[in-house]
């Protein structure tokens, strides 16, 4: 069982940043794509970004158009933990953030992992509010 654990969300004013963690319980991502959505309220969860792997020197990324270029994903393998660095933030960018795993594909795959239907474990989320 996977299980998947999300931290560094809370108060932000527009313009700043934010940088989201999620620790995974064991050595995951030789089988696993890390993504993250969000959700606001009386919205339905989006897609914001993943994280994909060919090799453990190779990855790939892939971003929604709302937060390409303001966003970015990474990992530490050693850690098992996935980041998502949120910069310049605006007030549309409140939301639960959540990170999910989904079966990896080791190639770059355009348009996968954009779907909550492809991740089968999913964190409790961490709330991320942006101030005016």
């Known amino acids: 069982q996977v299980q998947l654990v999300e931290s560094g969300g809370g108060l932000v004013q527009a313009g700043g940043s934010l940088r989201l963690s999620c620790a995974a319980s064991g050595r995951i991502f030789s089988t696993y794509a890390m993504g993250w959505f969000r959700q606001a309220p009386g919205k339905e969860r989006e897609f914001v970004a993943a994280i994909s792997w060919s090799s453990p020197n190779t990855w790939y990324t892939y971003y929604s158009t709302s937060v390409k270029g303001r966003f970015g994903v990474s990992a530490e393998r050693g850690k098992d933990t996935v980041y998502l660095q949120m910069n310049s933030l605006k007030p549309e960018d409140t939301a639960v953030y959540y990170c999910?795993?989904?079966?990896?594909?080791?190639?770059?795959?355009?348009?996968?992992?954009?779907?909550?239907?492809?991740?089968?474990?999913w964190g409790q989320g961490t709330q991320v509010t942006v101030s005016l």
């Open positions: 999910a795993a989904a079966q990896l594909r080791p190639y770059y795959c355009s348009g996968c992992y954009q779907s909550d239907r492809e991740y089968q474990y």
